[in-house]
């Protein structure tokens, strides 16, 4: 099947920026075989649940969590098979694993496959 693979977490200062990618990855059937109807990421926050900070759909739409409004920007590379988040005027608060996540049908069954998290710390 797809897998989903992040990168690009790390640690930034205070108003800092990083830029996260997501990439599916499988056999050329398995990538072909897996239709995708939004491509979600979220954060878990030490202590805290998991949470949707961003999603882009099939269309193009995009949508985001009130908190990271205005500082993150999601897209997407439907040719690569990648999203990306670009994460601006960090904060501490947004320290968390953050997680990529796609929602699809892979031979027409649901499948909502999940990456392993890449951790994002803010910090001076």
């Known amino acids: 099947q797809v897998q989903l693979v992040e990168s690009g977490g790390g640690l930034v200062q205070p108003g800092g920026s990083l830029r996260l990618s997501c990439a599916a990855s499988?056999?050329?059937?398995?990538?072909?075989?897996?239709?995708?109807?939004?491509m979600n990421w979220y954060r878990q926050a030490p202590g805290k649940e998991r949470e949707l900070v961003a999603t882009v759909t099939r269309g193009g739409s995009t949508n985001y969590a009130d908190s990271v409004k205005g500082r993150f920007t999601i897209s997407r590379d439907i040719a690569k098979n990648m999203v990306f988040l670009q994460m601006n005027s960090l904060n501490p608060e947004d320290t968390a694993v953050y997680y990529c996540?796609?929602?699809?049908?892979?031979?027409?069954?649901?499948?909502?496959?999940w990456g392993q998290g890449t951790q994002v710390t803010v910090a001076s």
């Open positions: 996540n796609a929602e699809g049908t892979y031979l027409r069954i649901p499948y909502n496959p």
């Open positions: 499988g056999s050329i059937s398995s990538i072909n075989a897996f239709s995708i109807n939004a």
